[in-house]
């Protein structure tokens, strides 16, 4: 036997469950983006090195040691997406998409980090993105606020909690930086490896830090929300104000400040205490410099990205997927002579009542493994043809899940019936 080649790790096949919570998560947030006027777009995977250097900021987590970074053939520096917002801005400007109007667009894909593979945190793992181009006003920071909640309870899922905070302007975050490099300054001792890096290059992202020995430290530190600019307390205030009117719950936190560089003013993120420590399941927030950073014309932006896989898992455990996509119909066939008609009764049920799913036992089988299968295959109804009611042109219809007497019906009275019997209770 050869050698086996597994995949790599981190990144994961989706299949049964898992595969079917996806779908359903994707077509949940699709319509209920399509509720509020979103339109999809779709983007490379690839995009070059120096666009996520440029946004994403070249002192974070992620350009410093999370980007599966390559040379292309031309020596090109090329990057696999590790987030989606970057390319979807250098796409809104490449394609004059921002100028003068609004964009409201969501995506979904793979991402790619190199983090530490553990539950819920990946190296291939997929987003929803959803972003606004053109509008400044803090009403539509609230509206994608509880578009995210909307969707959260469409999903009937509990127990997330939304936390918010301001950055404020880019001169009110670069003079409280000052009071915050003063403050750690004073405390050294106590900062962990990271955080000493980070206090020339990034101090704010020391907020962040995950290191529970840091807690007390962090959480004593001045604020940035007690040093804002008038114009961006006033955006807050009017957030908060928006959020009560929709009877959006939030929390404040003040040491919120996102692992990205591009954002100001709003952030917030949704966390959720079932899944441990990778308990992010929305984060987002406002970047209105991001789009003249990369190039294009001064255009303000919000957004936010859902982790998918961790989403999924909160489904998954709380039981609350909806299947679909499993058959209706089961065509259980006895003898090799009802192969033929038995496959052309399938499609011609295809090509008539097209909300049918049939699943045609094809591959034989003897009749005890045929039912079985149609069993296990939750099917309503099992058709059943053997070679007498090919003869006189019938067919045997069973129902599996209901007390009710199998019926005999020829071929012509067959597609009534289904339609009866399956198309009222869909
Ligand atoms: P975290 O603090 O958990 O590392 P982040 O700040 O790096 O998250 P974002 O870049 O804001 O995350 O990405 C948005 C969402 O994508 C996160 O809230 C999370 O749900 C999901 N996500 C981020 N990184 C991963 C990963 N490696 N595996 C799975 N999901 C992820
Ligand atoms: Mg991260």
């Known amino acids: 036997m050869s050698k086996q080649i597994n995949a790599i790790r981190g990144m994961n096949d989706l299949y049964g469950d898992q595969s079917q ?21 779709r983007l490379p995977i690839v995009e070059k090195t120096e666009l996520f250097a440029r946004s994403i900021g070249e002192v974070t987590d992620i350009v410093e040691k999370e980007m599966y970074t390559f040379e292309d053939r031309n020596g090109d520096s090329l990057t696999l997406r590790p987030e989606g917002t970057a390319g979807c801005v250098r796409a809104v400007i490449q394609n004059g998409l921002a100028h003068n109007q609004i964009q409201k667009l969501y995506y979904t894909g793979p991402m ?105 430290l962090v959480e004593a530190a001045p604020k940035l929300i007690d040093h804002l600019d008038e114009e961006s307390k006033q955006h807050y205030e009017d957030l908060k104000a928006h959020l009560d009117d929709l009877g959006v719950a939030y929390v404040e936190n003040p040491n919120l400040v996102r692992g990205l560089d591009y954002y100001n003013r709003t952030v917030f993120e ?101 039912f079985k299968k149609a069993d296990k295959s939750g099917a309503r109804i099992a058709l059943v043809l053997g070679e007498d009611e090919v003869s006189q042109q019938q067919i045997a219809v069973k129902y599996l899940r209901e007390d009710r007497e199998q019926e005999m019906v020829s071929w012509d009275q067959l597609f009534s019936l289904l339609k009866t019997v399956l198309t009222q209770s869909k």
């Open 21 to 41: 919570a996806f779908d359903y998560l994707v077509q949940t947030s699709e319509s209920v983006l399509k509720q509020y006027g979103f339109q999809s777009i």
């Open 112 to 216: 790619f980090r190199h983090e530490r593979p553990q539950k819920g945190r990946y190296r291939q793992f997929n987003q929803f993105g959803v972003e606004v181009f053109g509008i400044e006003s803090v009403d539509i920071d609230a509206e994608l606020i509880a578009l995210s909640a909307r969707l959260w309870e469409k999903l009937g899922l509990q127990n997330l909690e939304l936390q918010i905070n301001s950055l404020g302007s880019q001169a009110a975050r670069q003079s409280y930086r000052e009071i915050l490099v003063a403050y750690l300054e004073d405390n050294k001792s106590q900062l962990d490896e990271d955080s000493l890096r980070r206090l020339e290059s990034n101090p704010l992202r020391i907020l962040d830090t995950k290191n529970p020995d840091m807690k007390a």
């Open 270 to 370: 949704w966390i959720t205490t079932e899944l441990g420590a990778q308990g992010t399941v929305c984060a987002g927030g406002r970047y209105d410099g991001l789009v003249e950073q990369i190039g294009g014309k001064s255009t303000p932006a919000v957004g936010f990205a859902m982790g998918i896989e961790r989403l999924m898992a909160l489904l998954m455990d709380n039981q609350l997927i909806h299947e679909d996509g499993g058959p209706d119909v089961y065509m259980v066939l006895a003898g090799d002579s009802t192969k033929r008609p038995g496959l052309i009764i399938s499609e011609q049920i295809r090509e008539n009542l097209p909300d049918i799913n049939v699943q045609m036992n094809c591959g034989g089988g003897s009749f005890k493994s045929q």
